[in-house]
């Protein structure tokens, strides 16, 4: 049982964390858009727009992690097949990698 209250405790870790990074790429958005109402020079503007775009490219790679582990652990606990747990893990690379 403590195991369990252990992994709730992570998962609520990891959303947490993942919550703080997506305030992080909305306030760098609306620093975009605060510094093209001011004019800001292109380059400035560039910097900002790149760091906005990796910033959300991790928070869906650490999704896909998070997503990755938990199928393959539910997929054990269940016993399910490798090729079905293989299946939903190529599914899960798949709808990341159509993002990025």
Not at 47 to 71: K, N, P
Not at 74 to 96: M, P, Q, T, V, Y
């Amino acid at each position: 049982m403590t195991q369990a209250k252990g992994e709730t405790m992570k998962r609520l870790t990891d959303k947490e964390a993942l919550q703080r990074r997506i305030h992080k790429v909305v306030g760098q958005c609306h620093g975009v858009e605060n510094m093209l109402q001011r004019g800001d020079p292109c380059e400035a503007i560039l910097l900002q727009v790149s760091a906005a775009m990796s910033a959300l490219h991790r928070v869906g790679q650490l999704t896909l992690e998070y997503r990755l582990r938990d199928g393959i652990r539910k997929g054990f606990k269940k016993g399910e097949s490798e090729k079905k747990i293989g299946d939903k893990l190529n599914r899960a690379l798949e709808d990341f990698c159509t993002i990025s």
